[in-house]
């Protein structure tokens, strides 16, 4: 046989292999039947798959049968149990460290904070690995599996070599940070732009699900996009495609912690808020400039008012770049404030260029605060199954 005919056969069964999995993902309790009928290959072939899957530990046996007139069916579904991951979301501040099962279930979830500008990458990375320790010895006393580490990092990530290699946020420059807790614990470890990690997280899990062409806007210690064209995240060259946070909107404007002048999030982020605030009231959270702006203090409605319009620029301009059908919005200013995605959507239709009017819907996210833990879980779960199946 040839070597091409023998790689297209190989792929064949892979791709097979991918979407019957994805069915009994998706369609399960299902029986071998109904894959065949569904798929249109044979039994044999179904029943094979379903071995090897159950080999794996994936798939099970439940005890439902199913209904209807003839034999009945033992129904089959996937086992959440079978895969484990560890999962990371990091932040400025806080990371929240977890375990995702293979159903996309967050079964356990702990919080490290640090000041990632004072200490240095391998002090916080220490923090994180204490907790990362901690769960894994807890894991080893179940029966459960973990595949793999995986972690959302805000700023540029080289997804590929495992390196940040810029991250404001953290105040961080080229670091290794996948060699560092591979050689800690020994286990694969993955890593990704934690608003690429949300955006995968809505369209396996959440809002963007069935969307071809989705855009995701997070607004919280940064500003970020990312953008899903046929169930694939858009990665640029670099894996930084969507930085719309460091676009130039005011070349006289305020210095950004990327080190230039007046980006796009010197008007939004909440420490670029917190700072202007400070000319008028000593506050300390976004949520205190909404209470002043609530308790109809004019510097806070002018404050506030501003941020809707650039939140609102922001989106219309992601919108006529990219001319997606969905526009998740995320983020801490809209989990602080679900309310004002009404506001968001009303200055995104006030501005936004004719052509573009009722081609998008905006959104925000179901999967609030666990998006980042799941999409990162997503991305460990997917390289695990490229390797076994
Ligand atoms: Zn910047």
């Known amino acids: 046989m040839s070597q091409i ?30 894959l065949a009928k569904i ?13 090897d899957f159950s080999e794996l530990g994936l798939v099970k046996e439940t005890n439902l049968t199913s209904s209807g007139v003839g034999r009945k069916a033992i129904l089959l579904d ?11 979301e990091m932040d400025q501040s806080i990371s929240k460290i977890g375990v995702v099962d293979f159903d996309g279930n967050i079964i356990l979830k702990e919080e490290v904070t640090y000041d990632s500008h004072v200490m240095d990458w391998e002090k916080v990375v220490d923090k994180i690995c204490n907790t990362i320790g901690g769960i894994i010895e807890q894991e080893n006393s179940t029966e459960s599996k973990i595949i793999g580490i995986g972690i959302g990092i805000p700023g540029i990530v080289d997804d590929k070599s495992g390196r940040v290699v810029f991250s404001p946020q953290l105040g961080w420059k080229d670091v290794g940070i996948v060699d560092y807790i591979e050689k800690r614990f020994g286990y694969k470890t993955t890593i990704d732009n934690l ?51 460091h676009t130039t909107i005011d070349p006289n404007g305020r210095l950004c912690d990327c080190g230039r002048i007046g ?43 501003r941020l809707y319009t650039y939140v609102g620029i922001a989106v219309c301009n992601v919108i006529c770049m990219y001319n ?3 526009v998740i919005i995320t983020g801490k200013l809209i989990e602080e404030r679900p309310e004002i995605l009404d506001v968001i959507m009303k200055r995104v239709d006030d501005r936004i260029w004719a052509p573009f009017k009722n081609t998008y819907e905006i959104k ?26």
Not at 8 to 25: A, G, S, T, V, Y
Not at 364 to 389: F, H, P, Q, R, W
Request: net charge negative; charged share 25%.
């Open 5 to 34: 005919i023998k790689h297209d056969q190989e792929l064949m069964k892979k791709i097979n292999k991918e979407m019957i999995l994805n069915l009994i993902r998706e369609k399960g309790p299902i029986s071998r039947a109904d």
């Open 39 to 51: 798929t249109n290959m044979s039994p044999t072939s179904i029943s094979r798959i379903v071995t």
């Open 78 to 88: 996937t086992d959440p149990n079978s895969i484990h991951v560890i999962s990371v």
């Open 195 to 245: 608003i690429k990690s949300k955006a995968i997280a809505e369209n396996v899990y959440g809002s963007t699900k069935g969307s071809k062409r989705a855009a995701l806007i997070n607004f919280g210690t940064g500003v970020g996009s990312a953008l899903i064209v046929n169930e694939e995240i858009y990665r640029g060259i670099t894996n930084s495609a969507g930085e719309i946070g």
């Open 263 to 305: 980006c796009l999030q010197t008007f939004i982020t909440e420490e670029a808020l917190i700072q202007e605030a400070r000319a008028f009231k000593n506050v300390y959270s976004i949520k205190e400039i909404f209470d002043s702006e609530i308790a109809g203090e004019n510097w806070a409605i002018n404050l506030i008012d």
């Open 324 to 326: 997606p059908d969905t």
């Open 364 to 389: 925000g996210s179901n999967l609030c605060e666990k998006s980042g833990m799941l999409g990162v879980a997503s991305l460990v779960i997917n390289k695990y199954l490229d390797a076994e199946l």
